[in-house]
C-alpha cells in the first residue's frame, strides 16, 4: 500500500509539475572555457532545482586550474536539474544545468552557458528586488548577500545607479562604523568579517592570514579523494619542473637599512590605503636585476631549441591561499613603482584569499619569488615553474648579531634566500651575479631610487 502511495503521489507530483511547465527545457551545456581547460570543479551552487532564474543571474562558481569563472544564466526560467553536486568535477561539452524556459516553445533548443572570468565581472547583472531592477555584478550581488544586506536598500553610485562594490561596502561601514582607506581594491574578502571594525589606518579589504595551525584531524580510517582543481595542476606542473636540472644558489641579506626605510614609508602607504610588507621591495630590486641579467626573466621552448627573452617582468609570487599554493603574478613591474607593487600585491592577496584570482593574474609569468618566510622557516629549496627559468625562496627576517663594517657588533635583519635556476641556460656566476646586485639593492635601498624610472 506505501508502495502505491508512493507510486501514485510520484504520478501526480509528475503529472503537476507538467501541467505548470512553460517552455521547453534548456540543458546548458559547459561550453569552453579556453586555456586548454577541459574540466573544472563545481565551488558553489547559487541555486537549487526548482528555483526562478532570471538572465544574468548567477548559476554557479566553477574553479578550473587557472581561475574562478562564475557561470551565469541567459533565460528568465526554473531550475530543473543541476547536473553536479558542490565539489564534483563538470566536464567541458557535457550538461551542467536544465532550466525550463519562460520564454514559450518557439525558443530553439540550443545550448549555452555564459561565463564571467572572476577577473572581469564587469557585466550588468539585474536582480528583482520588490518590483524593480537593481543593476549589479554577480561579485557585488554574493558580496550583499553574505552581509545580509538588501540591494534594494543600497544606493548605487555606477553607471545607471548601478551599485558597485564599494557601495557595498561603504554601506556596511556605516552599518559598523567602520572607516575604508580609499583603496580602488575594495575587494570581496571584507565580507567574511563583516561585522568588525578595522583601525582607521589599515587597509579594510587585506584577508587575515590562514590559521598558523589547522584544526587537527583524528581519523579511524584512510581516505583517499581525487586530485582536483589547483591541486591538480600543482602535480602537473611540478612534474614537469623536476625535468628541469636545477642549480641552487643560497645568500644572507642584511635588510637593517630597509626595515628601517620601510617603517618610515609604512604610515604614508597605509595612508593612502595600500598595506607596504616587504614584498614589493624584494620585488622590485629583482626586476632592476633582471634588466641587467635578462636570461633569469626569460623562457625554454618545450623542445629545448630556443630562449626567449621576454619583455615584461611579470615577477610572480607563490600565494599560500585557501585553495593551496597559487603563482600570480605582478605585471610590468619594470614601469611599476615600489608603492604600485604594493598595491597590486593588495588586490592579488584579496583576490587570492577569497579564491578570485582570474586566468590573467595567474598566468603569463616570467620570474617568481616565493617568501616562505612570511610562514616561517629559513631556508627553502625553491622549485622552477615551467617556463619560467629561475625562482628565489626568501626565509624568515630575523634579529641576528653581526659585525658592521667598524667591527662593531650589531642587532641586523637577516634574510636568506634561495635561489634555484635552470642550469641548461643559465651558469651559476649568472645566477650569483644577480644575486649579488638585488642583495645590494636590499643592503642599500637608497641605491634602488638611482635606477627607478
Ligand atoms: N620574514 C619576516 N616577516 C615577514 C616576511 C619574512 N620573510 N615576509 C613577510 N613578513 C611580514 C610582513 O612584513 C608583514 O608584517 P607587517 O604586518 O609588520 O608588515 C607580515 O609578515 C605579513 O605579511 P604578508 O601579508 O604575508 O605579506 P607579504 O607581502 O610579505 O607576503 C605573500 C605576501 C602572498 C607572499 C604571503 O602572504 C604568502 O602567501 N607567503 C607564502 C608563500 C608560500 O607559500 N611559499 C611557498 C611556495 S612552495
Redesign the pocket.
Known amino acids: 500500500a506505501i508502495r502505491y502511495l508512493y507510486y501514485v503521489s510520484r504520478t501526480l507530483l509528475r503529472h503537476l509539475t507538467r501541467s505548470v511547465s512553460h517552455g521547453p527545457i534548456m540543458q546548458f551545456k559547459l561550453s569552453d572555457i579556453g586555456e586548454g581547460i577541459m574540466e573544472v570543479v563545481v565551488k558553489e551552487w547559487y541555486v537549487k532545482e526548482g528555483d526562478k532564474v532570471s538572465q544574468f543571474d548567477s548559476i554557479c562558481e566553477v574553479q578550473s586550474d587557472k581561475a574562478s569563472v562564475t557561470i551565469t544564466s541567459r533565460y528568465d526560467g526554473v531550475i530543473r536539474r543541476l547536473h553536479y553536486a558542490a565539489d564534483d568535477t563538470a566536464l567541458v561539452g557535457k550538461p551542467l544545468v536544465d532550466i525550463e524556459t519562460d520564454t514559450g516553445p518557439e525558443v530553439a533548443q540550443e545550448e549555452d552557458v555564459v561565463e564571467t572570468p572572476a577577473m572581469s565581472r564587469e557585466e550588468h547583472t539585474h536582480q528583482e528586488i520588490k518590483g524593480h531592477k537593481t543593476q549589479a555584478t554577480p561579485a557585488v550581488r554574493r558580496l550583499a548577500l553574505e552581509n545580509n544586506i538588501k540591494l534594494s536598500e543600497v544606493v548605487g553610485t555606477g553607471k545607471d545607479g548601478r551599485i558597485l562594490k564599494e557601495d557595498i561596502l561603504n554601506f556596511l561601514a556605516k552599518q559598523t562604523g567602520a572607516i575604508l582607506p580609499p583603496s580602488p581594491f575594495h575587494e570581496t574578502r571584507e565580507s567574511q568579517r563583516p561585522k568588525e571594525v578595522q583601525p582607521a589606518s589599515l587597509p579594510a579589504s587585506?584577508?587575515a592570514?590562514?590559521p598558523a595551525r589547522p584544526q587537527p584531524v583524528l581519523s579511524s580510517q584512510d581516505v583517499t579523494e581525487p586530485l582536483k582543481g589547483f591541486h591538480r595542476a600543482m602535480m602537473k606542473t611540478m612534474t614537469a619542473a623536476l625535468k628541469i636540472p636545477h642549480f641552487g644558489l643560497c645568500d644572507e641579506v642584511d635588510l637593517s637599512r630597509l626595515a628601517a626605510l620601510?617603517s618610515d614609508l609604512?604610515g604614508i602607504s597605509e595612508a593612502r590605503g595600500v598595506?607596504?610588507?616587504?614584498?614589493?621591495f624584494?620585488i622590485k630590486a629583482a626586476s632592476l636585476g633582471l634588466l641587467h641579467f635578462p636570461v633569469l626573466n626569460a623562457s625554454l621552448d618545450e623542445a629545448s631549441q630556443n630562449i626567449t627573452y621576454k619583455a615584461a617582468h611579470n615577477i610572480g609570487?607563490?600565494?599560500?591561499?585557501s585553495q593551496g599554493?597559487l603563482?600570480p603574478n605582478v605585471k610590468n613591474v619594470q614601469l611599476l613603482s615600489v608603492f604600485e607593487i604594493?598595491r597590486e600585491?593588495n588586490r592579488?592577496?584579496v583576490l587570492?584569499s577569497s579564491g578570485q584570482l582570474g586566468t590573467s593574474d595567474l598566468t603569463g609569468g616570467t620570474f617568481t619569488?616565493?617568501?616562505?618566510?612570511?610562514?616561517?622557516g629559513t631556508y627553502?629549496k625553491?622549485?622552477i615553474l615551467p617556463p619560467e627559468v629561475a625562482i628565489g625562496?626568501?626565509?624568515?627576517?630575523?634579529i641576528l648579531p653581526r659585525f658592521d663594517s667598524n667591527g662593531e657588533l650589531v642587532k641586523a635583519h637577516i634574510?636568506n634566500v634561495s635561489w634555484s635556476a635552470d642550469h641548461r641556460v643559465i651558469d651559476g656566476a649568472t645566477m650569483c651575479r644577480f644575486s649579488n646586485l638585488w642583495r645590494q639593492y636590499l643592503e642599500n635601498p637608497a641605491s634602488m631610487v638611482l635606477d627607478l624610472k
Open positions: 587585506l584577508p592570514s590562514l620601510r609604512r598595506k607596504l610588507s616587504y614584498m614589493p624584494f609570487l607563490a600565494m599560500d591561499t599554493l603563482v604594493a600585491l592579488l592577496q587570492g619569488l616565493s617568501n616562505i618566510g612570511s610562514i616561517g627553502a625553491p622549485v625562496a626568501l626565509g624568515k627576517i630575523q634574510l
